[in-house]
T-cell receptor, first 113, second 114 residues
Framework: GNSVTQMEGPVTLSEEAFLTINCTYT??????LFWYVQYPGEGLQLLLK?????DKGSNKGFEATYRKETTSFHLEKGSVQVSDSAVYFC????????????FGKGTKLTVNP | ETGVTQSPTHLIKTRGQQVTLRCSSQ?????VSWYQQALGQGPQFIFQ???????GRGNFPPRFSGLQFPNYSSELNVNALELDDSALYLC?????????????FGPGTRLTVL
């Protein structure tokens, strides 16, 4: 079946540090890949997405590249801010099965000033 | 602000009871999906509705059922509640539910089963 494995948290960084959150996936067919973010006390928000191999999604300084050869979609940001503290979820969507959007377990990021 | 709303915000029920959770999708979105998010976990797909018909179901028992209405509202019904049903329930709306489509999530309903 389809699944997403992402880096175990929590991750604690200082402001302006470089961020990488690893995400790998297993899927039948050709999934679309997403990163969602959940700020404290709020619902899930789409951060970025990529719908085919080698696509790069980007938003708010975050980037992720769809790597079909390594089945990965790692999230990166060059300089994190305190306001980036949140839980980040990697997800895939494939029309091949009944599962629709499949999420990883989430990685909690805390950025200290 | 995604334009997707859910009610109620919080709910407490006892084991064996039934519950109905409600969602109002963005206008024009034909697809609504429901997810269960246990504490510390990622959301798990329950089912999806497209134009009032069920269009995919995750690994949840039949006591989880849903309805979608023409006015972009929808319901999640859970019968015979169990303690493990305690979770945050999220609905998400999208245009057509395709893999390239973006799903917009509501803030969720926190259900506690005692």
């Amino acid at each position: 079946g389809n699944s997403v494995t992402q880096m175990e948290g929590p991750v604690t960084l200082s402001e302006e540090a470089f961020l990488t959150i690893n995400c790998t996936y297993t899927a039948t067919g050709y999934p679309s890949l997403f990163w969602y973010v959940q700020y404290p006390g709020e619902g899930l928000q789409l951060l970025l997405k990529a719908t085919k191999a080698d696509d790069k999604g980007s938003n708010k300084g975050f980037e992720a590249t769809y790597r079909k050869e390594t089945t990965s979609f790692h999230l990166e940001k060059g300089s994190v801010q305190v306001s980036d503290s949140a839980v980040y979820f990697c997800a895939l969507f494939t029309q091949g099965g009944s599962e629709k959007l499949v999420f990883g377990k989430g990685t909690k990021l805390t950025v200290n000033p | 602000e995604t334009g997707v709303t859910q009610s109620p915000t919080h709910l407490i029920k006892t084991r064996g009871q039934q519950v109905t959770l409600r969602c109002s999708s963005q206008s024009g979105h034909n697809t609504v999906s429901w997810y269960q998010q246990a504490l510390g976990q990622g959301p798990q797909f329950i089912f999806q509705y497209y134009r009032e018909e069920e269009n995919g179901r995750g690994n949840f028992p039949p006591r989880f059922s849903g309805l979608q209405f023409p006015n972009y509202s929808s319901e999640l019904n859970v019968n015979a509640l169990e303690l493990d049903d305690s979770a945050l329930y999220l609905c998400a709306s999208s245009l057509d539910g395709s893999p390239t489509d973006t799903q917009y999530f509501g803030p969720g309903t926190r259900l506690t089963v005692l």
